[in-house]
């Protein structure tokens, strides 16, 4: 498994910018599909974004597309989420995800498709 330290949460008022990083480690950190997933007081984690194993390919949620950026640093190790126009509704502890990936090209959405989770920081939005 890899391990994932999430950083860079805290409270902003609406339509302020916050920048999230995941830091993986392990034999097999920088050979992993990765994604960002929230969770909101009383509801389910959802998925907020992915970026496959080479960094060139990411998905978005639709709630979060147009305003949300992953990046991938060139070591791999390291993935960044860029959140602009931030809402109320985008507080949430935000979960930092991994899964060892053989297809360089892979994003995967789906909670079951990940094996590694790190501990999640907290974003707060205020209006």
């Known amino acids: 498994q890899v391990q994932l330290v999430e950083s860079g949460g805290g409270l902003v008022q609406a339509g302020g910018s916050l920048r999230l990083s995941c830091a993986a480690s392990?034999?097999?950190?920088?050979?992993?599909?990765m994604a960002w997933f929230r969770q909101a007081p009383g509801k389910e984690r959802e998925f907020v974004g992915a970026?496959?194993?080479?960094?060139?390919?990411?998905y978005y949620a639709d709630s979060v597309k147009g305003r949300f950026t992953i990046s991938r640093d060139n070591t791999g190790n390291t993935i960044h989420l860029q959140m602009n126009s931030l809402k109320p509704e985008d507080t949430a502890d935000y979960y930092c995800a991994a899964r060892v990936e053989y297809y360089s090209s892979a994003v995967y959405a789906s909670k079951k498709d990940y094996d590694s989770w790190g501990q999640g920081t907290q974003v707060t939005v205020s209006s």
């Open positions: 970026v496959s194993r080479n960094g060139i390919f990411t």
């Open positions: 392990g034999r097999t950190s920088s050979n992993c599909a």
